[in-house]
């Protein structure tokens, strides 16, 4: 009976604490399934406004696509201390407007899979969404957790509850880790939404290690796959990484491989491509289909194509993490302020990954690059890629320039690479400019909008601020086969190939353009 006093006292509190504190406690049953439906109940902070509004993200940080998560959101209700319903408005999807705010206590509502909902033109990129099934549930935080107006910036508390037969795993700080629970912690909404969960009803993690990096990785499979072949991959693509940046990475990194067998019921999210990866800053979310190489430009194999994923992961989460941008740093989920410089972090490490796979195979990176040209062609005239950044959410589908950052934008990349080479004389390249912006910014000081390209001009030579009006900020097309004659290339009727001879100099370029350690 004391025992029974002892817990009945320290579960109030614990319970009151959580409530004076400022702080929100989420709790997710992952083991009640229903329909692809998840119940989300939250123990709101203390609010000291008299209304207030509760929001879910119509924006997120790194997609190309409003998402709002609110239409996802179903049964809401808010309850004061003595359990009895508060009155509340929906404004529009997102927006819940509660004029009683301090009497608030629980918040309770029913979150739908987003990935039910990919014949939806608008639907959520996959690894940016939640997948709900009997065996595994991928959170991504922003379809699954609202938030309070002004109480963005205060610790978030989610407690994943589960029977014995489920793992949870995430980058975010485990408070407490218990036989049917865990509790995970992060300081700030924008931490939380950095930070995806997984829980699986198989306990499938690998922990690679290289030098001074340690890479967690949680695997959901729905067909037998090789987990030394996964530990391998991942090591590969770490020790390349590290060894052609020779530059810091993160010291902690979480993987979510979310590897889906082919199958009917899954065709239209394979169709409409939304597979691949979403970046954040300590982690990343990858999800590829079995039947990959039927969908992909090169015909790439399935663990080649995640070994390439990986590469781009682990150079992004590199510059994110070294060179953040403040446009990330208090990020507005219902109105964010656009930005023009998202190639700096969806062009730029991809042309390096593809530079870093490919640089001693001159015909596969030709091949690449053709490739690449191919698919620029497919997109409308007269977009310049800094227009294209700032106006892509005005696009009826935003998905569909997409890519716009991965094809046009690789090739801009490369015309940036030579020209800071032919600048330099073969003395400095992209890569290497960009890793001196670390002279100027780090974590502590974030680059504002205005100040990337002056910075990279200050870094290299003034005419490439030239160079980013001509290209960047106008529709101008640069002459591709100028800056390929340039490294020893030829390039002709949208073909890269390698030239037969090369002089000195294009020699001396074409190895400062590859980067060769």
């Not at 009683?100 to 629980?106: G, H, K, M």
């Not at 036989?179 to 992060?186: D, G, I, N, R």
């Not at 900020?473 to 002459?479: G, L």
């Amino acid at each position: 009976m004391k025992n029974r006093f002892v817990l009945v006292c320290t579960f109030v509190i614990f319970w009151t604490q959580i409530f004076a504190q400022q702080v929100y406690l989420y709790e997710v049953n992952v083991s009640k399934i229903e329909h692809d439906q998840l119940r989300i109940i939250l123990h709101c902070p203390k609010i000291s406004q008299k209304q207030i509004h509760f929001y879910f993200p119509a924006y997120i940080p790194n997609n190309y696509a409003a998402v709002n998560y609110g239409r996802f959101v179903s049964k809401f209700s808010v309850k004061n201390a003595k359990g009895q319903y508060l009155n509340f408005t929906q404004k529009d999807m997102n927006t819940y407007f509660i004029p009683n705010a301090q009497d608030i206590r629980t918040i309770e509502y029913i979150i739908d899979d987003t990935w039910d909902f990919v014949e939806d033109k608008n639907y959520v990129f996959g690894t940016s969404g939640t997948n709900i099934e009997q065996d595994c549930i991928l959170l991504n935080a922003g379809g699954v957790f609202g938030y309070f107006e002004n109480y963005q910036n205060i610790p978030f508390h989610i407690k994943i509850t589960h029977d014995n037969h489920w793992y949870t795993h995430s980058s975010l700080f485990i408070q407490e880790k218990k036989e049917h629970h865990t509790v995970f912690l992060a300081s700030n909404y924008n931490r939380l939404v950095d930070n995806p969960i997984i829980a699986t009803k198989k306990q499938d993690t690998l922990l690679v290690k290289k030098d001074k990096m340690e890479c967690a990785v949680s695997v959901y499979a729905s067909f037998n796959y090789s987990k030394d072949s996964i530990r391998a991959i991942v090591s590969r693509a770490l020790s390349n990484v590290q060894n052609y940046l020779q530059y810091p990475i993160s010291k902690q990194y979480h993987l979510i491989l979310y590897l889906r067998k082919k199958d009917e019921q899954n065709k239209h999210l394979r169709d409409i491509g939304a597979f691949g990866s979403t970046e954040h800053t300590n982690c990343s979310v990858i999800h590829i289909p079995e039947d990959i190489e039927d969908y992909h430009p090169l015909k790439t194999p399935y663990l080649k194509r995640m070994e390439q994923l990986l590469a781009y992961n682990f150079i992004y989460a590199t510059f994110n993490t070294n060179l953040p941008s403040a446009y990330y740093a208090d990020f507005n989920f219902q109105k964010p302020i656009s930005t023009a410089h998202n190639w700096f972090y969806t062009s730029f490490p991809h042309y390096i990954s593809l530079l870093m796979s490919n640089y001693s195979n001159l015909d596969k990176l030709c091949s690449w690059m053709s490739k690449k040209a191919s698919l620029a062609k497919t997109y409308p005239e007269g977009v310049p890629l800094n227009n294209l950044s700032l106006h892509i959410t005005d696009y009826p589908n935003p998905y569909d320039m997409f890519n716009y950052f991965f094809d046009y934008g690789v090739l801009l990349m490369f015309c940036l690479d030579v020209e800071i080479i032919t600048q330099s004389k073969g003395e400095k390249n992209l890569l290497e400019v960009i890793k001196s912006l670390n002279k100027k910014f780090d974590k502590e000081r974030p680059f504002n909008e205005n100040e990337l390209i002056p910075a990279i001009a200050e870094q290299s030579y003034p005419e490439i601020s030239k160079f980013f009006e001509l290209y960047f900020e106008k529709a101008n097309k640069p002459d591709y086969a100028k800056y390929a004659h340039q490294v020893g290339l030829k390039y002709e009727e949208g073909i890269f190939i390698p030239l037969d001879t090369q002089n000195a100099q294009q020699k001396q370029y074409l190895k400062k353009w590859l980067h060769i350690p």
